[in-house]
């Protein structure tokens, strides 16, 4: 009877951790997304940038 409630004890202990690895992944989730946007929009004033020097560029050709 011990051993059952040993068992019973851990159980909720378990559930726990699950909720909070599943917390950790979507603060992670949301973390990746962020950088992405901002790396994005950073990279794409860049390249955008880039784009119209080279248009120019080409169009004295």
């Not at 992944?25 to 955008?48: D, E, K, M």
Request: aromatic content about 8%.
């Amino acid at each position: 009877m011990h051993q059952n409630e040993t068992e019973t004890e851990s159980q909720p202990q378990r559930r726990d951790e699950r909720g909070a690895t599943a917390t950790e992944y979507a603060l992670l989730v949301g973390l990746i997304a962020l950088i992405i946007v901002v790396g994005v929009g950073a990279f794409g004033t860049a390249l955008n940038t880039w784009f119209s020097s080279l248009a120019s560029t080409v169009a004295t050709w």
